[in-house]
Structures are given as structure tokens and as C-alpha cells.
Nanobody
Framework: QVQLAESGGVMVQAGASLRLSCATSGRTLSNYFVGWFRHTPGKDREFVAGIRRNSDNSTYADNVKGRFTISRDSAKNTVLLQMNSLRPEDTAVYYC?????????????????WGQGTQVTVSS
């Protein structure tokens, strides 16, 4: 069982930066694919960024490419999502998901483990 916990979500103004953290205990997160997704009411959970296991190889959604960066902090057993140049449309609950073996990286249904989410609100 992998227990994930997201943190770092707050309310900011457009153009600001935030760093979200996805942490776990008891398992080595670098052994898992980790994806960041976000959800707003009335919409499906949307892929934001993902990082492959035992690697720094990452993938981004087109609407965050160049603004967001996913990375691992192996010493802290966490995966970070650095978000720059935030826009009001980035407002959502952000979740991290983890899975050891995955085929469709951007599909939330491919992930077995999820955190409880952290709210990011970007005001205009």
C-alpha cells in the first residue's frame, strides 16, 4: 500500500509561483511512476505532468509545458511540481497518483494510489 500526501496548495495571484509536494512514507517513491493531475467541478481529472520511475524523464500537458516542472527529491522521498506563471485557469484541486507499472501515463484510471489533493486557487 502506498499512501500519498499532497501539500503546498494556497491562494495566489496570477503570475505567481507555487511548489506542490507529493510525499509518501514506507515506500520508495522513485520506484513508482508519479503523475500530477488536477480536477475542477464538472470536468474530468486532467493530466498535468508525470515522471517515470527510476528516472527524471517527464511528460507535460500542453497547457502547462514551459510553466510547470515535475521533479524528484529522492532524499525526501517526494515528487515536486513547480508551477510558475500561474493563471486563473490553473485553479483546481491537484492530486498526485502513483503506480509501479503503467502503460498510459496520462490516464488517471491507470494509477492505483492517490493522495487527498491540495487546493490551488489563482486569482486574476
Amino acid at each position: 500500500q502506498v499512501q500519498l500526501a499532497e501539500s503546498g496548495g494556497v491562494m495566489v495571484q496570477a503570475g505567481a509561483s507555487l511548489r506542490l509536494s507529493c510525499a509518501t512514507s514506507g515506500r520508495t517513491l522513485s520506484n513508482y511512476f508519479v503523475g500530477w493531475f488536477r480536477h475542477t467541478p464538472g470536468k474530468d481529472r486532467e493530466f498535468v505532468a508525470g515522471i517515470r520511475r527510476n528516472s527524471d524523464n517527464s511528460t507535460y500537458a500542453d497547457n502547462v509545458k514551459g510553466r510547470f516542472t515535475i521533479s524528484r527529491d529522492s532524499a525526501k522521498n517526494t515528487v515536486l511540481l513547480q508551477m510558475n506563471s500561474l493563471r486563473p485557469e490553473d485553479t483546481a484541486v491537484y492530486y498526485c497518483g502513483a503506480e509501479q507499472s503503467i502503460l498510459q501515463f496520462t490516464n488517471p484510471n491507470a494509477y492505483s494510489y492517490w493522495g487527498q489533493g491540495t487546493q490551488v486557487t489563482v486569482s486574476s
